[in-house]
């Protein structure tokens, strides 16, 4: 199965994509974890995308998905795979459409997750990370066992610079203006399902999965 989970910041794309994945047997990839593992190489890629990065102009569409296809065309993706965050707009999912045309494949399923802006906000002031682990926690629906220490490795945790509440409104905004051409597409493709991602994990996972047919 080949799937994408999309959503504005905070809705948790990450936490239920990690669910879906483990219930698949599939691989997940987001374009954060991609392009932290290319910047390591020096390759012509990692290059280019070095010089985007380090001057903090916008990654151009053509040059994130290059980034997407090499993940996409190794031998890990036989049983399918799934990409959290990504495309993010139209130009990239007509791109990711390409490719899987010229492979003789396609996409399965784009997961819309959705909540009301009050609720992301709450969850993102809320939320701290391990600088060490990356695990995450939330003050409110899932703090650590020691306050502000992580369960895992014991490190201090810290709150991220964009989880602050005008910082996420001005995120949500600006998925919400990019995100809408984005709907329609996969809407009028006939793949995608609209969860909302509010109240209980479980009940949310379970929608997921009933819409996917694996539970």
Not at 151 to 173: A, N, P, Q
Request: net charge negative.
């Amino acid at each position: 199965m080949k799937l994408v989970f999309l959503g504005p910041p905070g809705v948790g794309k990450g936490t239920h994509a990690d669910i879906i994945v483990n219930d698949l047997g599939i691989p997940r990839y987001s374009t954060g974890d991609i392009f932290r593992e290319i910047l390591k190489d020096s390759s012509p890629l990692g290059e280019k995308l070095e010089n985007y990065v380090n001057s903090g102009a916008l990654v151009p569409d053509e040059i994130v998905f290059e980034t997407v296809e090499g993940v996409l065309s190794n031998g890990r993706n036989e049983n399918g795979w799934l990409l959290d965050g990504y495309p993010r707009n139209k130009n990239q999912a007509e791109l990711l459409d390409d490719f899987l045309k010229r492979r003789d494949e396609k996409l399965d399923c784009a997961i819309y997750l959705y909540a009301p802006v009050e609720v992301l906000v709450n969850r993102l002031t809320n939320r701290r990370v391990c600088p060490d682990c990356k695990a995450i926690y939330n003050l409110v629906n899932s703090p650590p066992e020691k306050e502000g220490v992580c369960d895992r490795c014991g490190e201090v945790l810290m709150r991220r610079e964009d989880d602050k509440s005008e910082t996420i409104k001005k995120r949500i905004s600006i998925f919400q203006k990019d995100f809408k051409p984005l709907e329609e597409y996969y809407e009028n493709a006939g793949i995608l399902l609209k969860v909302l991602a509010e109240g209980n994990l479980e009940d949310i996972t379970g929608k997921i999965r009933k819409g996917l047919k694996i539970g």
